[in-house]
């Protein structure tokens, strides 16, 4: 049981370059989520699924779009980064929506907007 | 609206003394309250959570956290410091009346140990 795992671990990217965050969770969980963790700022919400083939707007969905075409995939893209977008994005999965269910997280992707 | 204030962004304790990492919420219902802790490296892992049953909560690897309406606190304790209880440790709120979508993280306190 690998959890939630994230691909890639680390990224550079110029400005205006494009990239697919990926995510992958072998818990059969209905719920993934997308966040951004910038220092003194804790985490934010950038999309959220519930479900195979449904998405929404989390906190902070400017610049970003995501898909969930698969139940176990859930991918965040930039079209075109900026270096606001330097940040350190970690994924997660819960079986049910409710927050009395755990959230387990991906160990985090680091991304370097230049 | 909810938020979560967490007092001191680091802390430093000696092993074996006890660690207190303090937390204090907004919230305009009776909320959900979580602990998170973050290794080097690693994503969150919830540590412990209340939600409404006994005030006092125990968590995982000895913590244990009291919540306090009068003082809007969820204060994380461990009485014994251990040299891997070193990490960021998250504070988080959430109204019980939504899901996941709208829980509100604190901006983490790391938490050091001394040998």
């Known amino acids: 049981n690998a959890g939630v795992t994230q691909t890639p671990k680390f990224r550079v990217l110029k400005t205006g370059q494009s990239m697919t965050l990926l995510c992958a969770q072998d818990m059969n969980h209905e719920y993934m989520y997308w966040y951004r963790q910038d220092p003194g700022m804790g985490l934010r919400l950038i999309h959220y699924s519930v479900g195979e083939g449904t998405t929404a707007k989390g906190e902070v969905p400017d610049g970003y779009n995501v898909s969930r075409l698969k139940k176990q995939n859930f991918l965040l893209g930039l079209e075109s980064a900026a270096p606001s977008q330097t940040s350190v994005y970690f994924c997660?999965?819960?079986?049910?929506?409710?927050?009395?269910?755990?959230?387990?997280f991906g160990p985090g992707t680091r991304l370097l907007v230049l | 609206a909810q938020s979560v204030t967490q007092l001191g962004s680091h802390v430093s304790v000696s092993e074996g003394a006890l660690v207190l990492l303090r937390c204090n919420y907004s919230?305009?219902?009776?909320?959900?309250l979580f602990w998170y802790v973050q290794y080097p490296n690693q994503g969150l892992q919830l540590l412990l959570k209340y939600t409404s049953a006994a005030t006092l909560v125990k968590g995982i690897n000895g913590f244990e956290a009291e919540f306090k309406k009068s003082e809007t606190s969820f204060h994380l304790t461990k009485p014994s410091a251990h040299m891997s209880d070193a990490a960021e440790y998250f504070c988080?709120?959430?109204?019980?009346?939504?899901?996941?979508?709208?829980?509100?993280f604190g901006t983490g306190t790391r938490l050091t140990i001394i040998p």
């Open positions: 919230s305009s219902v009776p909320p959900y």
């Open positions: 988080a709120v959430s109204d019980p009346n939504f899901g996941n979508e709208k829980l509100t």
């Open positions: 997660a999965s819960s079986y049910g929506d409710s927050t009395l269910e755990t959230q387990y």
